[in-house]
């Protein structure tokens, strides 16, 4: 029984707080009287689905996903990393080449991972434009994006 109600607590913190390493996460826990180590959290982030995705104060924060969207999520960082062939920042647009006819499904994973700093992305056959509100925004989701290649 504490198994499920360790779980439920972990989802709410995901939920509520932007989590970005398993060490956090197991602190937070122990702070709301679990005895947990990070192999234990590392164990309920397994089952539970949970990945990351770009957060809005720090680079990165864990998120819970239902098993069908896992699964196609998957499918497509997969298809991202293989298709994407540059990516390079000019002012506050990023360009994204991809391999041919692989712009369109680049850039909705591109969506997928909800990056605070893109304002909008277009996908063509291989080209992808990402506009962000400043430059220094551009730099960040390059580096980003590159982090996932």
Excluded: W
Aim: proline share 1%; with cysteine; charged share 25%.
């Amino acid at each position: 029984m504490e198994k499920n109600v360790r779980q439920e607590k972990l989802i709410e913190i995901i939920n509520t707080y932007e989590i970005d390493t398993q060490e956090e996460l197991a602190k937070k826990l122990n702070e709301c009287n679990f005895n947990v180590t990070q192999a234990t959290v590392s164990r309920d982030i397994k089952e539970l689905n949970v990945i990351k995705v770009a957060g809005k104060q720090k680079k990165y924060k864990y998120s819970v996903i239902q098993q069908n969207e896992q699964k196609d999520i998957h499918k497509m960082f997969n298809m991202f990393k293989v298709s994407v062939t540059s990516v390079t920042s000019a002012q506050n647009i990023v360009v994204v080449r991809t391999l041919m006819g692989n712009g369109l499904s680049a850039g909705t994973a591109i969506d997928k991972m909800r990056i605070p700093e893109i304002v909008g992305c277009v996908g063509g056959d291989d080209t992808i434009i990402i506009v962000t509100k400043s430059n220094d925004d551009a730099l960040v989701v390059e580096q980003k994006l590159k982090a996932q290649l």
